[in-house]
C-alpha cells in the first residue's frame, strides 16, 4: 500500500496536489507537526529549542515531496513521484494552537502575512520508521523553485 497515497477527509478527497487549499466537507485538525529542517532535534536554533519544550518527539518520519535548499534552510515542495521523499522528524504539540500560532510567526505565513508567503502549513500524509502512518502538518515551500538546488537525498543535512 502506497502511505503517501491521496488521504480520504470526509466524503472528498484532499486536495494534495496543489498548494492552494479547496473547500472539504469537515475540516482538518492535527496535534502532530513534521518538520524537515532546522527545526529538527540537533539544530541549535531557537525555535528548534522552543519545539522541543513545546511538543514531544514521536520519531523518524518521512513525506512525499521535493526538498530545496533555499538559503541555509530548506524548502519542502509537494510531489506526485513516489520517488520523490523528504526525510524529517514527527512531533506531537502539546498545545496545537498555541504552538502553531508560533511556528506561523516564525515561518511568517497565515493570515497576518501578505501573500504570497515564503511559506504555507499544510497537512500532508507521513510515514513513519516504525511503519505507521499519519497526518501531520508542515510548512510548504511556496515561492518559485527553478533556481533552487535541488537536496536530491531528500535529507537536509546532506543537502
Known sequence: MDRFAEPVIGR????????AMTAI????TSDQLFVYGTLMRGFDHPMAQSLSRAADFIGAA????????????????????????????????HRP????????????????FAEPTE??????PVAR?????????????????DRLPRIASGRFLEG
Open 25 to 28: 466537507d469537515e475540516p482538518v
Open 62 to 93: 518521512r513525506c512525499r515531496g521535493r526538498l530545496y535548499r533555499v538559503k541555509h534552510y530548506p524548502g519542502l515542495v509537494r510531489s506526485d513521484d513516489a520517488r520523490d521523499v523528504v526525510f524529517g522528524e514527527l512531533f506531537r504539540l
Open 97 to 112: 494552537d498555541e504552538a502553531l500560532r508560533e511556528f506561523d510567526m516564525y515561518e511568517a505565513c497565515g493570515e497576518d
Open 119 to 124: 511559506y504555507v502549513r499544510r497537512m500532508l
Open 129 to 145: 520508521d516504525d511503519g505507521g502512518s499519519s497526518e501531520a502538518w508542515t510548512y510548504l515551500y511556496n515561492w518559485p523553485v
Open 12 to 19: 472528498r478527497f484532499a486536495p494534495t496536489r496543489w498548494l
